[in-house]
């Protein structure tokens, strides 16, 4: 009626151009509401902007050296460290340890590559200790993103893991997370099967396709983030392994810049399994 | 210090030491030896994954015998930036004084611990963190 209305009233072009300004009023108002509430949705969300390192390596001096207080943090994350292994891991613990003690043994000068290959990211969860990192928090996804050349994305839109035909280890394997407060608790599987460990000049031991982490993150204060973090492997592990890492946020730089381009000047090339040293 | 560390560490999370020496062992290096170089600068390489110093290094017991070249190797870019360098901070012909812990195999190499530019300053600074 109103239509019939209108179009006695005015001319066919006119209305067209009136129609095309009512259908665009009804968009931007159903848009503004729709950001209006996405806006809502990311004031929601805690601020982790900023660049942050392992609290560590605070303070490292001039000459790669730690700072007595980072030196004492790498003690303690060591300790608390202690895997429990089931008696099968136990052994395969205990002899890729000895290969590496007799390699490292048979020639100090030239160390054996226990790594992964070690210009690629290092994987989850060895990628929250080197280099600087940033956070992007949105709704749908927090990203970490490391100078190591890694990048983590923890879905938060409600999804859960894929099924397990569609899973296979990756770096960074698969995470979903959710909102406790500002807490972000985050579930991690599918990740390389394997845990780095530090003694001697640092190896892999293989774990399980059970290994599962679960984190929580939270800023403890405008300057350190928290991540309390379990990691559970019902095949290899006796028990879970229950610890704390925590980020400082760093003061004296503002920019995140790559360092794994290793192909541009590696001069300590890896020989027969060994690292070498060009000096020339 | 590190070699006590290693002997108890089992730490799952992470590759410990700098960033960037993640990507290789710092045992190549006797860390319990400091070698003083006095020398000039013959190429300073500002490249990833590490920075390194050519230095000529004469023999003070010696002038007439040739320079003996080393290679002595730094953090990344990043890491020396974050630290007060720049990629111009030495130059070809710079004379400086530089202390490494050497290499364990002989060669003339070592890892860089503190470099006095031509003005007789300590380059760079300590990193800063909130603490």
Not at chain 1, 70 to 82: C, F, I, T, V
Request: proline share 8%; aromatic share 8%.
């Amino acid at each position: 009626m109103i239509a019939n209305l209108i179009r006695r009233i005015l001319p066919r072009g006119l209305l067209a151009i009136a129609m095309v300004l009512i259908a665009g009023c009804l968009f931007l108002t159903r848009a503004q509401t729709s950001s209006k509430g996405r806006v809502e949705a990311f004031a929601r969300l805690p601020d982790w902007s900023g660049i942050w390192e392992l609290d560590a390596f605070v303070g490292q001096a001039d000459g790669q050296q730690f700072s007595a207080d980072g030196q004492r943090r790498l003690k303690y994350y060591a300790a608390a460290l202690r895997p429990s292994f089931t008696p099968e891991y136990q052994a395969r613990y205990d002899e890729i340890q000895k290969k590496v003690e007799a390699a490292v043994a048979a020639d100090p000068a030239h160390p054996p590559v226990t790594h992964q290959p070690l210009c690629d990211p290092p994987a989850f969860p060895a990628i929250l200790t080197p280099g600087m990192f940033q956070w992007r928090v949105t709704p749908e996804e927090t990203t970490f993103i490391s100078t190591v050349g890694a990048v983590r994305h923890i879905y938060t839109d409600g999804r859960s893991h894929p099924p397990k035909d569609e899973l296979w280890p990756t770096l960074m394997g698969d995470s979903i997370g959710h909102w406790e407060g500002d807490t972000l608790v985050v579930d991690t599987i599918a990740t390389k099967r394997r845990l780095y460990m530090s003694e001697l000049s640092g190896f892999f031991v293989p774990m399980s396709d059970q290994l599962h982490f679960i984190e929580r993150i939270r800023m403890i204060n405008p300057d350190r983030m928290q991540i309390d973090y379990t990691v559970e492997d019902p095949v290899a592990l006796t028990k879970p392994i229950h610890a704390t890492i925590i980020h400082a946020r760093v003061t004296d730089f503002n920019r995140m810049i790559e360092e794994t381009d290793c192909e541009e000047n590696e001069r300590d090339p890896i020989v027969n399994g060994r690292f070498t040293t060009v000096v020339k | 210090m590190r070699s006590t560390f290693r002997i108890s560490a089992v730490a799952v999370l992470g590759f410990v030491g700098t960033s960037a020496f993640a990507h290789h062992s710092r045992a190549m290096f006797d860390q319990t030896k400091q070698v003083e170089l006095v020398g000039t600068v013959k190429d300073f390489q500002w490249t990833n994954p590490h920075c390194w110093i050519q230095v000529l290094v004469p023999n003070p017991g010696d002038p007439s015998a040739p320079p003996v070249e080393w290679g002595v190797e730094m953090g990344a870019p990043v890491e020396l930036m974050r630290k007060g360098w720049k990629p111009g901070s030495l130059n070809p012909g710079d004379k400086v004084t530089i202390v490494v812990n050497p290499l364990r195999d002989g060669q003339h190499g070592g890892l860089v611990l503190s470099v006095t530019g031509p003005d007789g300053k300590i380059i760079g600074r300590p990193a800063v963190t909130t603490q």
